[in-house]
């Protein structure tokens, strides 16, 4: 497995063609976040295009650009690349979370880096250790610049043919961490659901902390041990993590040729996609409720005080 916005607002026109899965189109008025900062097409935000929740869902798709991620095949042999097939889940995922009412954060919005490339980031079209790390780490920025409410990391997986299935991780490490795992629970549960529904049953997988899941290219990346998108600050590593609840899924396993037919599906992509967004309506539902319940339980407290020096007042 690999606050301010700019002032600019741009109409903003995708379209992802995927192998085997035809076109995935999101057409909107994007606002680029911090432009200077992100390549062109990435860190863009999206409003709501319907109500306003006041929540922002920021949605990682993974790779991209001079990093094409795992690759995989299709039953019929076709060779599939990971950051391919990660976007037009997320910009699927972008157009459903819109329409229920959240503002989307997208870390790219095209087939590039999050990061603004710079001399000694590419290497024969593709990254060098020093670029790739700045790309995950322009993506913790974008999520912070935003001032995301969550974080959703979308990749897919890749081994030995005969693994499949759906894995998705957290980071134990952070004070967030509980509510991480929440989210990492929903969206494993809804993704599994809703890929079910549409495809042959996905073998789940689990959700696990993000320990030892990090890319490990560099002794450097093995010391630190997390997920960059997820993990905690390390100095000399790591010095702007994201600093909200997170969860990365890996849906399918695309060196399956079967999960890596799904994943290369439009029909695949947007079972994944409605996985999330009910993922997301759920967590932010049950922290409504956990709050709702708290401060019930505050008020009780107050009203027992009120009455407890009432009744010392009468005395």
Request: hydrophobic content about 45%; glycine content about 12%.
């Amino acid at each position: 497995m690999h606050r301010a916005f700019g002032p600019s607002i741009a109409a903003l026109t995708v379209v992802l063609c995927a192998a085997g899965a035809g076109a995935a189109v999101l057409v909107g008025q994007g606002v680029p976040v911090a432009p200077p900062r992100f390549a062109r097409g990435a860190c863009v935000a999206y409003p709501p295009s319907s109500g306003n929740l006041g929540r922002t869902v920021y949605l990682d798709a993974g790779h991209g650009g001079p990093d094409p991620g795992a690759v995989g095949v299709t039953r019929r042999g076709a060779t599939i690349e990971e950051a391919r097939l990660t976007l037009p889940v997320v910009l699927d995922a972008t157009t459903l979370l819109r329409a229920a009412g959240y503002e989307v954060v997208d870390s790219r919005t095209r087939d590039s880096s999050v990061v603004r490339l710079r001399r000694g980031y590419v290497d024969g079209g593709i990254f060098t250790l020093r670029g790739k790390h700045a790309d995950l780490v322009a993506r913790d920025d974008c999520a912070d610049i935003a001032r995301a409410s969550i974080v959703i990391g979308v990749y897919f997986n890749a081994g030995p043919a005969q693994d499949a299935g759906s894995l998705t991780l957290y980071d134990a490490a952070r004070p967030f961490w509980r509510a991480s795992r929440r989210l990492a629970r929903l969206v494993q549960r809804d993704v599994l659901r809703t890929l079910g529904s549409a495809h042959r049953r996905v073998p789940d997988d689990g959700v696990h902390s993000d320990v030892g899941y990090g890319h490990g290219l560099t002794s450097a990346d093995d010391a630190y041990g997390h997920l960059v998108l997820l993990g905690p600050a390390k100095k000399g590593y790591l010095s702007t993590p994201t600093t909200m609840p997170g969860a990365l899924i890996e849906p399918l396993f695309i060196t399956d040729s079967a999960e890596g037919s799904i994943a290369a599906s439009a029909a695949g992509q947007q079972a994944i996609a409605r996985g999330l967004l009910r993922a997301v309506e759920q967590y932010f539902a049950l922290a409504q409720s956990t709050r709702g319940a708290a401060a019930a339980a505050a008020g009780r407290v107050r009203r027992a005080a009120a009455s407890d020096h009432s009744r010392l007042a009468a005395r």
